[in-house]
């Protein structure tokens, strides 16, 4: 079974905020694909329309690259106890390059993921704040997506009107996102959350930061 890019783009189009509070993940034929196969270094590497939101230093022996969903437990749960490790031992060091990308599972996700893109614009520092913010609001999220986003974006100096312009009036940002989730979900293969790239070996959910450490480790220049 194949989706199409007009039934892909339509069964995650966000008709309106209000539409997206209790909507559930979307559930598309994951049981179809397997596993990642391998994938030329150009296809991992293909940043979207929006460009890549990354930590690190461009010339880091090693390049991590994260799929994650704003409504993903297991996302959360990295942000939260792993990502902080590896940023403190490799990406602040020069050593890792980690780049985020977003691979919405819901319209809260895609509306959630919007309003980073909009408050970051080309600022990623920014842009891992706002996502950091959002996934410890998870369960906001997920009882009350419009109240939440809203309380977020005005956080970050956002009038209700800039926000609702950025998750509901701005197509371009939502198919730059949709473009990237659907290039990871056809050609990279992506089928869960979070699912990263490790110089290009694909590793699929939710990781320690001690099997990360062994991913690394032998790839480091000497």
């Given amino acids: 079974m194949n989706i199409t890019r007009r039934a892909f783009n339509a069964a995650l189009s966000l008709a309106g905020l209000a539409a997206a509070v209790g909507v559930s993940p ?3 034929p994951w049981q179809l694909i397997g596993e990642a196969n391998a994938q030329t ?3 991992i590497n293909q940043a979207g329309a929006l460009g890549d939101m990354a930590l690190g230093s461009k010339d880091a022996s090693v390049t991590i690259i ?3 969903s704003m409504t993903c437990p297991h996302c ?4 939260k106890d792993v990502f902080p490790e590896i ?3 490799y990406i602040d060091t020069g050593k890792v390059r980690f780049i985020f990308r977003e691979f919405p599972l ?3 996700a895609l509306a959630a993921s919007a309003l980073a893109r909009c408050v970051a614009k080309d600022d990623a520092p920014k842009f891992f704040a706002i996502v950091d913010i959002l996934f410890k609001q998870q369960n906001d999220l997920a009882s009350d997506a419009l109240g939440t986003i809203n309380r977020v974006g005005k956080q970050a100096g956002f009038s ?3 926000i609702k312009d950025c998750v509901q009036g701005d197509p371009a940002i939502q198919k730059g996102i949709l ?3 659907e290039h990871a979900y056809k050609t990279l293969k992506v089928n869960s959350t979070p699912f990263f790239f490790v110089n290009g070996t694909p590793v699929k959910g939710e990781t320690s930061f001690d099997a990360f450490e062994k991913l690394i480790k032998p790839l480091l220049k000497s």
């Fill in 26 to 28: 979307l559930q598309l």
């Fill in 41 to 43: 270094a150009e296809e």
């Fill in 66 to 68: 994260e799929y994650a």
């Fill in 76 to 79: 959360a749960a990295f942000t």
């Fill in 87 to 89: 940023k403190k031992a």
């Fill in 106 to 108: 819901d319209q809260v």
């Fill in 160 to 162: 209700e009107q800039m």
């Fill in 179 to 181: 473009d990237v989730r």
